[in-house]
């Protein structure tokens, strides 16, 4: 166990504040603050599970986990072939990395990953499956919140007596990209921070850091 614990800490540490911020901060102040909305409004409360299942919870949620897909998404993308001179976060610009290791050439390493051993149309998908599966998570929550969020919008609508919108409306609504792209340009403005504060500053023992002793001109970590 203690084993466990020590390779996995990270993991574990991160789902745990994952679950903590959702059950015990977004899905009690949520429910509170919709039902808060639905008394001002003259209708009857929920419970916690219609909330759970209604569409301002899964409006809210899906709304912020698509930007952090979209970021990552593209961040491990443009990360292949755009550099930052002396950033922990990027390859060295000056030198062919690791990382750009032709995998076909390990096809008969014993300890390869099965899909590199099978070579072919399956070694292309994975060798692009981190972010192929940022991009399938980004286009699912987007997916649920245009149909989520025009379900929420549509609660306000009908409280004020107009008529309803369909998905495909919403969708070209300014409500919609503006949800969007407030949670958009938050993400990528923490990318940039974390790509040129590392050129400068330190975290000694972290691996997003470069040693505490590097000169600012090195690139990576």
């Known amino acids: 166990m203690k084993r466990f614990l020590k390779e996995n800490g990270l993991s574990l540490a991160l789902f745990l504040l994952f679950a903590a911020t959702l059950a015990a901060g977004q899905v009690l102040t949520g429910y509170r603050e919709s039902n808060k909305d639905k008394v001002r409004h003259g209708e009857s409360a929920e419970s916690m599970g219609e909330y759970l299942t209604g569409s301002h919870f899964l409006e809210a949620t899906s709304e912020n986990w698509e930007s952090e897909f979209l970021q990552m998404a593209v961040y491990v993308f443009v990360t292949v072939f755009l550099f930052q001179k002396g950033s922990s976060e990027s390859k060295d610009p000056d030198r062919v990395e690791e990382v750009d290791r032709d995998p076909r050439l390990s096809k008969h390493k014993a300890n390869a990953p099965w899909p ?87 975290q000694r023992g972290s691996p997003e850091s470069k040693p505490v002793d590097a000169p600012h001109s090195d690139t990576g970590e």
């Open 116 to 202: 590199v051993r099978q070579g072919g149309w399956i070694l292309k998908v994975y060798e692009h499956s981190l972010t192929l599966a940022f991009v399938v998570l980004f286009l699912f929550c987007f997916a649920l919140h245009a149909v989520s969020g025009c379900a929420n919008y549509n609660e306000e609508l009908s409280q004020h007596g107009e008529p309803e919108m369909r998905v495909a409306e919403y969708l070209r609504s300014s409500r919609f990209w503006f949800e969007s792209f407030q949670n958009w340009q938050s993400e990528f403005l923490a990318i940039l921070s974390m790509v040129c504060l590392s050129i400068y500053l330190r």
